[in-house]
């Protein structure tokens, strides 16, 4: 574990989470978001995390408390006052295939009564709504006080588009230099594309999963590279694709350089949230080493430790020096294309 000490934000949104794994064991209202995951996944590298999100007043302030006791810093949750949906619900096909249903459809198939919770709960609906307009939870820049300029970088979380294009622009006002951006599946579609330059101008890393990436570029069918590649001319310094078991592909525009960074071949409970995890831990190597391989390492140790248990909080529990260990076991078998 390195002694130096980062500070990292994470800009996204909390949530209340139902969900059923692929071997039929049911979550109900449990604590989800992937800043969680992802200030969790930087705390595995002694990072100080600092959440910035909003929520409403019927949100569990408990949660909160909770995340404070772990020592996450949430004091830039903000507290709307009136009551906002924060339900998300999804199932598992298989480990690693996850999606999102109508949930009285499943509890029907699995003969299970459904939660009142979800009586006449739509998740297509709302992302269709969600899709629309800047969302009440979405955070606005001037949900980020001059207070966030005291970190080391800043990772934004799958948001709204316009929440996406704008909050960059209030992190570079505040000098933060390192800014890593995650997105959303709902603008990673052909009709975005030509947004897309604007979205990446300045951006030091973007994170998309294997699947958003080629959802982008439909219909052409493209090699791998040729997506980060194009990725890279939009405007990011780094490109990183998450490829899940396959681990990431990450190409540095500058150097020229292409990286395979394998996936840590750990037993997998629950992948809920490993993309998180991923970027939390990305981010904090980033800020360590400033290198893109180990920020990559770091990242795949951080979703390794995510998906072994169950939670958004689990893997800052991992034993003090588990990470360092499978960093310098994943390091070996890193591959420059």
Same mark, same amino acid.
């Given at each position: 574990? !390195?002694?130096?000490?980062?500070?990292?934000?994470?800009?996204?949104?909390?949530?209340?989470?139902?969900? @059923?794994?692929?071997?039929?064991?049911?979550?109900?209202?449990?604590?989800?978001?992937?800043?969680?995951?992802?200030?969790?996944?930087?705390?595995?590298?002694?990072?100080?995390? *600092?959440?910035?999100?909003?929520?409403?007043?019927?949100?569990?302030?408990?949660?909160?408390?909770?995340?404070?006791? %772990?020592?996450?810093?949430?004091?830039?949750?903000?507290?709307?006052?009136?009551?906002?949906?924060?339900?998300?619900?999804?199932?598992?096909?298989?480990?690693?295939?996850?999606?999102?249903?109508?949930?009285?459809?499943?509890?029907?198939? &699995?003969?299970?009564?459904?939660?009142?919770?979800?009586?006449?709960?739509?998740?297509?609906?709302?992302?269709?709504?969600?899709?629309?307009?800047?969302?009440?939870?979405?955070?606005?820049?001037?949900?980020?006080?001059?207070?966030? *300029?005291?970190?080391?970088?800043?990772?934004?979380?799958?948001?709204?588009?316009?929440?996406?294009?704008?909050?960059?622009?209030?992190?570079?006002?505040?000098?933060?230099?390192?800014?890593?951006?995650?997105?959303?599946?709902?603008?990673?579609?052909?009709?975005?594309?030509?947004?897309?330059?604007?979205?990446?101008?300045?951006?030091?890393?973007?994170?998309?999963?294997?699947?958003?990436?080629?959802?982008?570029?439909?219909?052409?069918? &493209?090699?791998?590279?040729? &997506?980060?590649?194009?990725?890279?001319?939009?405007?990011?310094?780094?490109?990183?694709?998450?490829?899940?078991?396959?681990?990431?592909?990450?190409?540095?525009?500058?150097?020229?350089?292409?990286?395979?960074?394998?996936?840590?071949?750990?037993?997998?409970?629950? @992948?809920?949230?490993?993309?998180?995890?991923?970027?939390?831990?990305?981010?904090?190597?980033?800020?360590?080493?400033?290198?893109?391989?180990?920020?990559?390492?770091?990242?795949?140790?951080? %979703? !390794?430790?995510?998906?072994?248990? *169950?939670?958004?909080?689990?893997?800052?529990?991992?034993?003090?020096?588990?990470?360092?260990?499978?960093?310098?076991?994943?390091?070996?078998?890193?591959?420059?294309?």
């Amino acid at each position: 574990m !390195s002694l130096k000490s980062v500070g990292c934000a994470f800009l996204g949104n909390l949530s209340q989470d139902y969900y @059923i794994t692929h071997d039929g064991e049911i979550f109900l209202g449990v604590l989800g978001g992937e800043i969680v995951y992802a200030a969790a996944g930087a705390m595995v590298w002694s990072a100080h995390s *600092r959440l910035f999100s909003r929520v409403g007043s019927d949100f569990p302030l408990g949660w909160l408390d909770d995340m404070s006791r %772990a020592g996450i810093d949430t004091s830039g949750v903000r507290i709307l006052a009136d009551a906002h949906d924060t339900r998300h619900f999804f199932v598992y096909g298989a480990p690693d295939q996850r999606a999102e249903v109508s949930p009285a459809a499943q509890f029907l198939r &699995m003969n299970a009564p459904l939660p009142k919770e979800l009586i006449g709960f739509d998740p297509i609906a709302r992302r269709r709504v969600e899709g629309e307009a800047y969302q009440p939870l979405a955070l606005r820049p001037d949900d980020l006080p001059v207070s966030a *300029r005291d970190v080391d970088g800043a990772l934004l979380c799958p948001d709204d588009y316009l929440c996406h294009s704008l909050l960059p622009v209030r992190l570079r006002e505040l000098g933060v230099d390192v800014v890593a951006l995650d997105p959303s599946a709902a603008y990673m579609e052909p009709g975005f594309a030509r947004e897309m330059p604007g979205l990446l101008n300045g951006i030091t890393a973007f994170l998309p999963s294997e699947e958003e990436a080629r959802s982008l570029f439909r219909p052409a069918v &493209m090699d791998i590279w040729d &997506m980060a590649e194009s990725l890279c001319a939009m405007g990011c310094r780094y490109a990183v694709i998450k490829c899940g078991p396959g681990g990431v592909c990450a190409m540095d525009s500058r150097a020229g350089e292409r990286w395979l960074v394998p996936a840590y071949p750990s037993r997998s409970r629950d @992948i809920t949230g490993a993309g998180g995890a991923f970027g939390g831990g990305f981010l904090a190597g980033l800020a360590l080493t400033g290198d893109l391989v180990e920020a990559c390492l770091h990242g795949a140790v951080s %979703a !390794s430790l995510a998906i072994e248990g *169950r939670g958004a909080l689990y893997s800052i529990g991992a034993y003090p020096d588990l990470p360092t260990a499978r960093l310098h076991a994943l390091r070996a078998r890193v591959t420059r294309v």
